[in-house]
């Protein structure tokens, strides 16, 4: 995994064979296939290994953070930080989050425990978990659901994430503060998670 990671960063991800994989770990092709069927089998081995890191990262934010939306703004903080301290990691699962979603469902059933990553399913409840947390302290509303605004709150991030490593330079030619990008959706979703007066007066 360690090999196919350097070849993904070389070569990029669709351009890399398991030939090229193959000779960065000094193994014959034959070697890799007794482990990993196919490169997307692969790239599942590394989501998860991503995933365990992601894992403890939100762990960590959310255990430094007191209130509950303190601890969401942490965890969104150590996602951006993850994306940049580990590009390729990020990458590679970006990949398989676009990745055909009949192949996906394939590997995912033969390769992951019920066809999902525990890992990535621990960190959205760590990020659920905040949210809750931050409704029963009164710095989060009440009337959000937990667990849907923990997909959306990692899908937001994904998103602006992608657009800042992918297309900076293009934005920033129009006009637009890639640097300050994420800090504004930081103060968005802040704002939208803000108690409602309804809820202080409870």
């Not at 490169?39 to 403890?56: C, N, P, S, V, Y």
């Not at 425990?113 to 947390?133: C, D, F, H, R, V």
């Not at 710095?139 to 994430?161: E, F, H, M």
Request: hydrophobic share 35%; charged share 30%.
């Amino acid at each position: 995994m360690d090999a196919a990671l350097e070849v993904f960063a070389e070569k990029g991800l669709k351009n890399a064979t398991m030939d090229d994989v193959a000779e960065k770990a000094e193994v014959s092709k034959g070697t890799i296939y007794l482990y990993f069927k196919s490169k997307e089998h692969l790239f599942f081995a590394i989501d998860q290994r991503a995933g365990l890191i992601l894992r403890d990262r939100f762990a960590e934010a959310a255990r430094t953070a007191k209130t509950g939306l303190e601890k969401i703004k942490h965890i969104g903080r150590a996602y951006y930080r993850f994306c940049f301290d580990y590009p390729n990691y990020f990458k590679a699962m970006s990949y398989i989050e676009n990745m055909d979603p009949e192949t996906y469902r394939s590997i995912a059933e033969e390769m992951l425990p019920g066809g999902i990553n525990e890992y990535k399913k621990s960190s959205l409840q760590i990020l659920t978990n905040a949210i809750e947390t931050g409704q029963q302290d009164g710095s989060v509303r009440k009337d959000v659901d937990p667990w849907q605004t923990s997909i959306l709150l990692w899908s937001t991030s994904n998103g602006v994430i992608e657009m800042i490593k992918n297309r900076g330079e293009y934005y920033k030619v129009l006009g637009l503060p890639m640097d300050t990008l994420y800090q504004a959706k930081e103060q968005m979703v802040e704002r939208g998670l803000a108690p409602l007066k309804d809820d202080s007066e409870t």
